[in-house]
């Protein structure tokens, strides 16, 4: 059920961002999830019935904060946006970060020291260039109620913002796309929580504009 609703929360995002814009039927947003190693291969993905498709997942290493890849599926990363652009060469293809539940503590301890924000938003960078990724997906993260957290989250979004800014200046590269799927909770959220996803939606919109 979390995995459905974090999905149902990210396609909301992106159909949004692009109704601001846009009007035509042609531009509205058709996105999936594909969770590595589950189900059918990616061959068999009708990327033409798509304008999104979002690979899950990879995660925060705890040691360098760098991206990991487990090695089982790795090749599969590698090949994934080369492949369901084979038959949809205009799908857009994003990377999916996992941060949640087991995964939030090491997330919230990234974010807290301006080292490891800068390490996490490089590899990041790095990764999805390197796999042929045209986005990068946030996902499943909670708010912790702590405002300091909430206040270093601000932080990591606005340094992700400016590095991939600055990597498409100076590789001629387009801006990677940005968006994040986070659980709503009304019991723990906090209002910083919300204007934080509220500000990382308004970026998405200028940057589709």
Partial sequence: MTSK????FVLILLYLALQCHCSTPQSRVKASYY?????????????????????????????????????STEQQFSTFAHTVKTKNPSVTTLLSIWVGR?????FFSMINQSSYRNSFVQSSIETARLYGFQGLDLCGLVPTGSSSDMANFGTLLDMWRVAVNSEAKNSSNPELLLVMAGNRLPGTESHTFMQLCMALRTWLIRMMA
Avoid: K, P
Avoid at 50 to 61: D, E, G, K, P, S
Avoid at 102 to 106: A, C, G, I, P, R
């Fill in 102 to 106: 087991e995964s939030l503590l090491n």
């Fill in 5 to 8: 609703l974090v999905a149902l």
């Fill in 35 to 71: 969770y590595m190693g589950i189900g059918n291969g990616i061959s068999d993905i009708s990327s033409n019935l798509f304008t999104h498709l979002i690979c899950a997942f990879t995660y925060v290493n705890s040691s360098n904060y760098h991206l990991s890849i487990n090695s």
